[in-house]
């Protein structure tokens, strides 16, 4: 009988010269495990085995730590840690550059495998951005080198050879294109992609005859903007004779570690920049709030909703553009503060401390004109720690709570509209995060308060899918309908960056921001970021930050809530892992005008701006 295998394939994550690469879940702990195949026709059994030999030698934080070995029918695969970020190649791809202070951190963490495969004797021969993979770090990225497949021990080099194996060629020392080897290859490659974090390009560039000539005869030229230690470092490195770049990886680590803590006692901090900011297409028309502070905001069709404390306020416009006077507006006391707001296909679902309410969207029924004077919750739970949300189609909703008097929590999944329990369970964890991402599967998320935030998925069904970890504190997190399989975070640590999580793959992207966000709603191209200041970003689904723009904010007024709307389409409202929902400005999504609730002293209203000549898209 064939042995069942240990892990479960989620997806392909990437192809390299020799086979797949995949991410899996562990059966018998769910940890997410990263397996490289191997085709035998491509690759040799001792080349195979060669390369797991080195993985097995080489126990180092930076490097690819290698868990076990797998065989399924005619495939082998070798059973790697998985690191969510990607490739370096992944990183530098991406439109917004590198800070210089994590480029140096990433080097260094190279030079730091580095240096350890050295002193076991080992030469990696391919040092390249795609053989350098990263895991989420403090307040950036770490690395991690990668395949050994073409890596030699010291003593098995041949100074005469000059055929065989010889890396890649954008990023090969001039002696590698005559077959000659040594550790200072490596660091040549280190250099080269120091170089090219720093400037933003490679030193040099063209097909590999092409290359070749410019490794052996074209000098560097380093760009004068680069500090004078970077480039003196990176000009060491890059030297045509080996004899005259770095002795040793630990040598060229000390530079660079210096470098950066010169750099570090310059730096200044960085400041908000209002020349790349552009409001002149937005055309402001008021809107008076009978609410001392709009604290949640969402937008349905013609309907908006307001929350301030344990107020909601309903206002009905004369058309979905909300362009005309209102029509009608209505008040609800509940008896605990608005935790928060969330429309879908057929109304609005309010979650409080410990109950969920929901108002239907039919404002010509007398069924919703009836539960506004009488506001009755659809369900309660003896908690103060309720998490709740709800498929956007309002198919079924997931609670998790923990109830009085009682030390365990509770997670449960529901049949909405009626809220008919279909599964509760005993949890181990009190979700502080529930996403219900399609009409099939939701994301549960917990902080453990130790530098590091858990995802797992679910199914409707209440059945737990996979779990995977993210080293960092993470805050606002969003989640857009057009973009099912990701969500977009911020971090507490790090508050000038997004993370955008590919819930599919498992794939963390950065992105850096020039505002500290405290508000932050899905759009129908991306994500729109912003602070109470009314400087707001806008980031693609691809991880790209495509546009700034400035608010007018009124004298001694601070942005409570901001939204779009678009065309009678509707967006969850955003939600604070770690403190309750809703405690923070709420965002309701238009694609041609955008909401915003302003806050001063005395009073609070609700402004509306007609995007005229930009597009948030």
């Known amino acids: 009988m064939r042995q069942k295998s240990n892990y479960k394939i989620l997806n392909l994550v990437g192809r390299g010269q020799f086979g797949k690469v995949f991410v899996a879940i562990e059966r018998g702990c769910g940890t997410l495990v990263a397996l490289k195949e191997f085709n035998p026709k491509q690759l040799s059994t001792s080349s195979f085995l060669r390369e797991l030999n080195f993985l097995v030698t080489l126990d180092h934080f930076n490097i690819v730590h290698c868990r076990a070995l797998e065989h399924r029918q005619n495939n082998r695969y070798i059973v790697m840690d998985y690191c969510e970020g990607g490739t370096l190649r992944d990183l530098l791809q991406c439109s917004s550059q590198l800070s210089l202070e994590q480029s140096l951190k990433l080097i260094i963490n190279i030079l730091s495998g580095l240096k350890f495969?050295?002193?076991?004797?080992?030469?990696?021969?391919?040092?390249?951005?795609?053989?350098?993979?990263?895991?989420?770090?403090?307040?950036?990225?770490?690395?991690?080198?990668?395949?050994?497949?073409?890596?030699?021990?010291?003593?098995?080099?041949?100074?005469?050879?000059?055929?065989?194996?010889?890396?890649?060629?954008?990023y090969m020392a001039p002696e590698q294109f005559y077959g000659?080897?040594?550790?200072?290859?490596?660091?040549?490659?280190?250099?080269?992609?120091?170089?090219?974090?720093?400037?933003?390009?490679?030193?040099?560039?063209?097909?590999?005859?092409?290359?070749?000539?410019?490794?052996?005869?074209?000098a560097v030229a380093i760009p004068q903007q680069v500090p004078f230690f970077l480039r003196s470092a990176i000009a060491k490195a890059l030297q045509k004779m080996p004899q005259r770049r770095f002795r040793s990886a630990a040598e060229m680590l000390e530079s660079i570690k210096l470098a950066q803590t010169i750099l570090q006692a310059e730096d200044n901090p960085q400041v908000f920049s209002t020349d790349k900011l552009h409001c002149d297409h937005l055309t402001p028309t008021s809107v008076a709030i009978p609410a001392p502070r709009v604290t949640n905001l969402a937008i349905a069709s013609?309907?908006?909703?307001?929350g301030h404390d344990n107020q909601l306020l309903l206002q009905l416009y004369q058309n979905a553009s909300l362009a005309g006077a209102i029509v009608n507006q209505w008040s609800i006391t509940l008896d605990q503060p608005i935790r928060n707001l969330q429309v879908d296909s057929l109304g609005c679902w309010v979650s409080t401390q410990s109950s969920i309410y929901y108002i239907p969207r039919d404002t010509n029924s007398k069924e919703f004109r009836f539960f506004i004077k009488t506001s009755l919750p659809?369900?309660?739970?003896?908690?103060?720690?309720?998490?709740?949300?709800?498929?956007?189609?309002?198919?079924?909703?997931?609670?998790?709570?923990?109830?009085?008097?009682?030390?365990?929590?509770?997670?449960?999944?529901?049949?909405s509209p009626n809220c008919q329990l279909k599964r509760s369970q005993i949890n181990l964890k009190p979700w502080q995060t529930l996403i219900a991402l399609d009409n099939r599967r939701g994301l549960a998320i917990y902080y453990d308060r130790e530098q590091q935030t858990e995802f797992s998925l679910f199914n409707r069904r209440g059945n737990w899918l996979a779990a995977f970890t993210v080293q960092a504190q993470l805050d606002l997190i969003i989640y857009n309908p057009q973009f099912n399989q990701q969500v977009l975070t911020t971090e507490i640590d790090n508050p000038g960056t997004a993370i955008i999580i590919n819930i599919a793959k498992f794939r963390v992207k950065r992105v850096e921001l020039d505002i500290t966000p405290t508000l932050a709603i899905s759009y129908p191209q991306g994500y729109l970021l912003g602070d109470d200041q009314g400087r707001m970003v806008l980031v693609d689904g691809d991880s790209h930050l495509v546009h700034h723009f400035q608010l007018p904010v009124p004298n001694e007024s601070k942005v409570t809530a901001i939204g779009f709307t678009s065309d009678g389409a509707f967006a969850p409202a955003p939600r604070r892992s770690?403190?309750?929902?809703?405690?923070?400005?709420?965002?309701?999504?238009?694609?041609?005008q955008l909401l915003v609730a302003f806050t001063s002293e005395e009073k609070s209203y609700l402004q509306r701006f007609l995007a005229a000549s930009h597009r948030a898209n």
């Open 117 to 170: 495969a050295h002193s076991k004797g080992i030469i990696h021969r391919d040092i390249k951005p795609e053989n350098i993979l990263l895991k989420v770090g403090d307040r950036g990225w770490t690395a991690h080198i990668s395949d050994f497949g073409i890596a030699k021990l010291n003593q098995e080099i041949n100074p005469h050879r000059v055929m065989g194996d010889t890396g890649s060629p954008a």
């Open 180 to 218: 000659q080897y040594s550790y200072s290859c490596d660091l040549y490659a280190v250099g080269v992609i120091l170089y090219e974090l720093v400037v933003g390009e490679r030193p040099f560039s063209g097909m590999p005859k092409e290359l070749l000539a410019a490794h052996l005869n074209q």
């Open 302 to 306: 013609e309907l908006v909703y307001l």
């Open 378 to 415: 659809v369900a309660s739970f003896a908690t103060a720690n309720l998490v709740t949300s709800i498929n956007a189609l309002g198919y079924w909703l997931a609670v998790s709570y923990l109830p009085q008097k009682s030390r365990t929590p509770v997670f449960e999944i529901y049949k």
């Open 578 to 592: 770690f403190e309750p929902i809703g405690s923070v400005s709420a965002i309701a999504v238009s694609q041609t």
